[in-house]
C-alpha cells in the first residue's frame, strides 16, 4: 500500500514543478529526497546592457514540504537558503499546510507564486 505522506508530498513536488515550468523555466525533480533540494529549476536570464558576455542561467533549488502543522521549523528554511546561498543560487523552501501556501525565498516571506 502506497505511502500516503509521499504520495501527497510528491503530488506537491509536481504542481510546484508545473508552475514553473509554465514560466519558462526547466525543472528537474529529485526523487526520492535524498538531496537538499526536491526540484532545480532553470531559466537563461535576459542579458543585462552592461553584460556583453554568454548569457547567464538562473538557478533556483526548491524544497517542497507538506504540514499539518502551522509553522515549518525556522532551522530548516535557513539551513536550506544558507546551503543555496554557498552554491551561489536562489533557494525557494515552500511549504504547504492547513492555512495554505507559503514560500519563503532567502529573507523574504511572500505568498507563493499564484496558479
Known sequence: MPNRNYNR???YEYAIKK?????????FR?????SPADLVAVCPVVLRAA????????????????SKKTHCLVEDIEEFHQWARSLGC?????????????????????DALQH
Not at 30 to 34: D, E, K, M, P, Y
Request: proline share 4%; glycine share 12%; aromatic share 12%.
Open 30 to 34: 529529485s526523487a526520492g529526497s535524498h
Open 19 to 27: 508552475r514553473y515550468e509554465k514560466l519558462g523555466y526547466t525543472v
Open 9 to 11: 508530498g510528491r503530488a
Open 90 to 110: 536562489l533557494g525557494r523552501f515552500f511549504v504547504k499546510g492547513p492555512d495554505g501556501e507559503t514560500c519563503y525565498d532567502s529573507d523574504v516571506v511572500y
Open 51 to 66: 553584460t556583453l558576455h554568454a548569457p547567464q542561467t538562473e538557478v533556483i533549488f526548491i524544497q517542497c514540504k507538506t
